[in-house]
């Protein structure tokens, strides 16, 4: 069943008295009275920015489509969709929606798939994780091989995560079932801890210049490979090492560990990388594993969800199967 589907306008009271359904109204009111099939029609508009193209994924036609974007344009009291030239392109508003939208349409999705009693054996529910590619790797495996012998009808789906994702975790959450990830970038919210990690750094196998260990002045001097560098994404590993005065020098930056060591090879770089990880490298990649010389602390890998979840049997049950999975990695 597809959101399109689902006739919402049952569910508001007062509809038929409504002149206006999606005129400025007080918010309780315009909420009561809105469309839910509007939430579907402004994330595809929103993703795709053509009305041709939204259409098309909807199954609808243009002008049932048209005639949406003028309620939702009504309702913001914005265009969304503004033409330049050949091309049209999301209003301020429009952007910071779209997230919004696809978040929220998520979670909408996960409440009509909901099952009166879970059975993990017999359920056909998809459970979405946003993970890192270290997570993926080291948690995913186990994980998959549990879900297929005890839910073989379930489907897992990892969704990358980005800093603006996890900035702002609360509201993402309504549309994930987990994010997985170490301590130290979100707050207050329910969590698990499943498993621990420490950081090790990797240099060229050719690299004659460093041998059996790294030393500070090394450190400064050497170019780096650094993951999730920006002001606002940085891995504990880099902050640990600004703490201890070293500024990295970094001459490449990746938002994937799994690219790591590739970068590392056959030059004179240096990276900081999860030893589960990199002991779990081919002999041929290329790298050797040496000692951080100062003290990057330890890696606590967590799941977390949001509050509504909690007794969510669905929930509790994909909670427990990562911890087991969890169990296996440590």
């Known amino acids: 069943m597809t959101m399109h589907d689902v006739d919402m306008t049952s569910i508001s009271r007062n509809d038929a008295a409504a002149s206006d359904p999606l005129g400025r109204a007080p918010r309780t009111a315009a909420l009561t009275n809105l469309d839910l099939n509007l939430l579907v029609a402004l994330d595809a508009l929103l993703q795709n920015r053509s009305v041709t193209r939204a259409a098309a994924q909807m199954g609808l036609s243009q002008p049932a489509l048209s005639a949406s ?82 839910a073989p009808g379930v489907r897992l789906r990892f969704v990358g995560n980005t800093p603006s994702l996890i900035d702002d975790a609360a509201h993402a959450l309504l549309g994930y079932d987990l994010i997985l990830l170490p301590h130290g970038f979100i707050g207050e919210l329910p969590h698990a801890d499943l498993h621990e990690d420490r950081w090790v750094c990797l ?42 005065g070293i500024e990295p020098r970094i001459e490449v930056v990746t938002e994937q560990f799994l690219t790591v060591p590739a970068l590392v090879a056959g030059s004179g770089r240096v990276a900081v990388l999860q030893e589960r990880l990199a002991v779990s490298l081919p002999a041929d990649v290329g790298v050797r594993v040496v000692e951080v010389p100062v003290d990057l602390g330890s890696l606590v890998e967590a799941m977390w969800w949001h509050p509504v979840n909690d007794r969510d049997p669905e929930h509790e049950y994909l909670r427990d199967v990562v911890r087991r999975a969890a169990a296996v990695v440590r």
């Open 203 to 244: 240099v060229a196998t050719g690299n004659t210049a460093v041998g059996a260990a790294l030393s500070v002045d090394q450190l400064r001097a050497m170019p780096w490979v650094m993951t999730f560098h920006s002001p606002t994404a940085s891995t504990p590993a880099a902050r640990r090492l600004r703490m201890a």
């Open 69 to 150: 974007l003028a309620r939702l344009r009504r309702h913001f009291d914005d265009p969304l969709l503004s033409r330049r030239g050949n091309e049209y392109h999301l209003t301020p508003l429009a952007l910071l929606l779209r997230d919004r939208a696809r978040t929220v349409l998520a979670g909408v999705e996960r409440v009509f798939a909901a099952e009166p009693v879970f059975d993990p054996a017999t359920s056909t529910r998809e459970f979405t994780v946003v993970a890192s590619d270290y997570s993926v790797a080291t948690l995913g495996p186990p994980l998959a091989a549990l879900l297929e012998r005890e």
